[in-house]
């Protein structure tokens, strides 16, 4: 089966940028329609979405991070990576990749119903921590 | 705005049942969602995806003691004969316009 598996340095200094790449084992990251997610958990918080790629680099960015966050895919790697930067005692956290299954469902708003579709997370990586400290 | 309302912990005893709830925001009650467990020290894992009417597709190895319901605008993960290892926080999550929405997050203490 699939499997996802998150790497990068452990600590990075304030004001740097934070580098992390995830592996992914079991089947091609090209062989279907997947996005590919990272996330974080601070300690002693919940998780946060950061923001997803698919194959062809199509990208959505948590707005909380835009302007700091870029992700990017290496297809002959088999890996994802994430790059965030100016990075503060705030990034601390663990992170997390996972892949993005696309479902769809009717959504229904007063009389008027759509076929649409949602995404959500069915595979995940054990994470990596990353402390953010001089 | 799609927000996902969790209660933040909930406790039951050993071999009991537990039933866990995430609340859609207004407007959006038909949205799916997904649970997430996530055991101390350990990565998420998805436990199942869940539709507005109740029906709901188990992750790979996920035991049907993990089951999934819906009413109106609230999503229920009920977990039966309650194991140890159940202990653990537990996440909804859905999509929203170009971003994924996660719930606070429910602290499940068994004990």
């Known amino acids: 089966q699939v499997q996802l598996q998150e790497s990068g340095p452990g600590l990075v200094k304030p004001s740097q940028t934070l580098s992390l790449t995830c592996s992914v084992s079991?089947?091609?990251?090209?062989?279907?329609?997947?996005?590919w997610s990272w996330i974080r958990r601070p300690a002693g918080k919940g998780l946060e979405w950061i923001g997803r790629?698919?194959?062809?680099?199509?990208?959505n960015y948590n707005p909380s991070l835009q302007g700091r966050v870029f992700m990017s895919v290496d297809t002959s790697k088999n890996q994802i990576s994430l790059r965030l930067t100016f990075v503060t005692a705030a990034d601390t956290a663990v992170y997390y990749c996972?892949?993005?299954?696309?479902?769809?469902?009717?959504?229904?708003?007063?009389?008027?119903?759509?076929?649409?579709?949602?995404?959500?997370?069915?595979?995940w990586g054990k994470g990596t921590t990353v402390t953010v400290s001089s | 705005q799609l927000v996902l309302t969790q209660s933040p912990s909930a406790s039951a005893s050993l071999g009991a049942s537990v039933k866990l709830t995430c609340i859609l925001s207004?407007?959006?009650?038909?949205?799916?969602i997904a649970w997430h467990q996530q055991q101390p020290e350990k990565g998420p894992r998805f436990l199942m995806a869940?539709?507005?009417?109740?029906?709901?597709r188990r992750g790979a190895g996920i035991p049907d003691r993990f089951s999934g319901s819906s009413s109106g605008a609230e999503r229920y993960l009920t977990i039966s004969s309650l194991q140890s290892e159940d202990e653990a926080d537990y996440y909804c999550?859905?999509?929203?316009?170009?971003?994924?929405?996660f719930g606070g997050g429910t602290k499940l203490t068994v004990l």
């Open positions: 207004s407007g959006h009650s038909s949205y799916p």
């Open positions: 996972a892949r993005d299954r696309k479902a769809g469902f009717t959504l229904v708003r007063g009389m008027i119903s759509t076929n649409t579709y949602y995404y959500y997370m069915d595979v």
């Open positions: 790629l698919d194959t062809s680099g199509r990208t």
């Open positions: 869940l539709n507005s009417d109740g029906s709901h």
């Open positions: 079991g089947d091609s990251i090209s062989s279907g329609t997947y996005y």
């Open positions: 999550q859905t999509w929203g316009t170009d971003i994924h929405v």
